[in-house]
C-alpha cells in the first residue's frame, strides 16, 4: 500500500501526458488490425510458422532510405550497426527488439529501428538475441548484457540511450537491473515501448483490451510467457521487472503505451513504481494505439509522430552535461 510520502514523491519524479489521436487512419487501422488478428488466431499455426509470418509481414514495409546495416558481434553476441547517412558514433542508440521472447528479429525489426535512427539522426545498435523456447531465460537478458557491456567499453555511458519494445524492453531492464548488481554504469537515458513487464499476467487490461488491441492476443501472451520463464518463478524481478526494486539510480526514462494495448495497465504501472524509486519518468498515453504501434508508421501518422517525441526525449537528454 503507498503511503501519501509515496504519492508526493511520485508526483515530482513522474510526469504523464496525454497524446489524443487525430488521423482517420488511426481510427480504421486498429479496426482492421483486430478483424485481422481474429483470422489469424483462428487458423492452425505453429511456432516456426508464427516466425516465418511476422519476419515476412514486417519484409513488407517500406523502410527509410539512406540507412547504412553493418552486422558486427559484441562479446559474441550478434549485433547490426544502423547508420544515418553521415553519421558516426557516439551518441548511439542501444535497441532491444519484441517479439514476445519466441519471434522476431534484428532483420525483421528495421522498419522500426531504420525510423529511430532516421528519426533521432543517430547510429542505432541492434542486439540480435537467442529466442526462446529454444534459448529460454535467463540466456536472452545475459546476451542484451554481454552486448550492453561490450558498448560501455567503447563508448561513454552518457552517450548511449537504451531502448527496448515490449519484450524487448523486458530484457533491457532485466539487463540493466544485472548491470546495477555488478558495479556496471548505466546509460545515459531509457526509451521503452508498450513495454511486457509483468510475465504474470496479472494486470486487468490483459482481459479487458482483449478486443481493443489488434496485435496481442491474451492465450498468445500466456502461451509466450511459460515458453521463456521455463517453469521458473515469473514474479522474480528479472522476468517481470514490474516487481523490481531496485531502480534507484536507474537514468531518465520514456514510456510510450496505448490505451487499446493488451499491456498498457503495466506500462503504466511501471512508470509509477520507477517514479516512486526516485527515477524520473516520463509517461506518454497515446489513446486508440495498439501494442507497438510506431511499425505503422508508414499508415498511421500517430506512429510518425511518437517517433518524432522519442527523439525530442533523446536530444534533450544529450544536451545535458
Not at 178 to 198: C, F, H, N, T, Y
Amino acid at each position: 500500500m503507498h503511503t501519501q510520502h509515496d504519492m508526493q514523491d511520485t508526483q515530482k519524479t513522474l510526469t504523464v501526458r496525454h497524446i489524443r489521436r487525430h488521423s482517420w487512419q488511426a481510427f480504421i487501422a486498429p479496426i482492421a488490425l483486430q478483424f485481422y488478428k481474429l483470422w489469424r488466431h483462428n487458423r492452425p499455426t505453429s511456432l516456426e510458422k508464427e516466425r516465418r509470418t511476422f519476419e515476412h509481414l514486417c519484409a513488407r514495409i517500406p523502410l527509410p532510405e539512406n540507412i547504412e546495416q553493418r552486422r558486427t558481434g559484441a562479446n559474441g553476441i550478434p549485433c547490426e550497426w544502423q547508420l544515418p547517412a553521415g553519421t558516426e558514433p557516439p551518441p548511439v542508440l542501444f535497441y532491444v527488439h519484441g517479439g514476445g521472447f519466441v519471434v522476431g528479429s534484428v532483420a525483421g525489426y528495421r522498419p522500426l529501428t531504420h525510423r529511430l535512427a532516421n528519426a533521432t539522426g543517430l547510429p542505432l545498435l541492434a542486439v540480435d538475441y537467442s529466442l526462446a523456447p529454444e534459448h529460454p531465460f535467463p540466456t536472452p537478458p545475459d546476451q542484451v548484457l554481454q552486448a550492453y557491456g561490450w558498448l560501455i567499453t567503447r563508448y561513454a555511458p552518457s552517450q548511449i540511450i537504451v531502448m527496448g519494445d515490449s519484450a524487448g524492453a523486458n530484457l533491457a531492464l532485466s539487463a540493466l537491473l544485472q548491470a546495477k548488481r555488478e558495479g556496471k554504469p548505466m546509460p545515459r537515458a531509457l526509451v521503452l515501448i508498450s513495454p511486457w513487464a509483468d510475465l504474470t499476467l496479472s494486470m486487468p487490461g490483459i482481459r479487458k483490451k482483449a478486443w481493443l488491441d489488434g496485435i496481442l492476443h491474451p492465450k498468445r501472451l500466456a502461451m509466450a510467457a511459460e515458453l521463456y520463464a521455463s517453469g521458473q518463478d515469473r514474479r522474480q524481478p528479472f522476468l517481470s521487472p514490474l516487481f523490481a526494486e531496485e531502480y534507484a539510480g536507474f537514468p531518465s526514462t520514456l514510456i510510450q503505451v496505448g490505451t487499446h494495448d493488451l499491456l498498457f495497465d503495466e506500462g503504466k504501472a511501471l512508470a509509477e513504481r520507477m517514479a516512486q524509486q526516485g527515477v524520473h519518468v516520463e509517461l506518454e498515453i497515446w489513446h486508440g494505439m495498439p501494442h507497438v504501434w510506431h511499425l505503422f508508421a508508414h499508415r498511421m501518422p500517430e506512429g510518425q509522430k511518437a517517433y518524432l517525441h522519442i527523439a525530442d526525449f533523446v536530444k534533450r537528454h544529450l544536451s545535458v552535461s
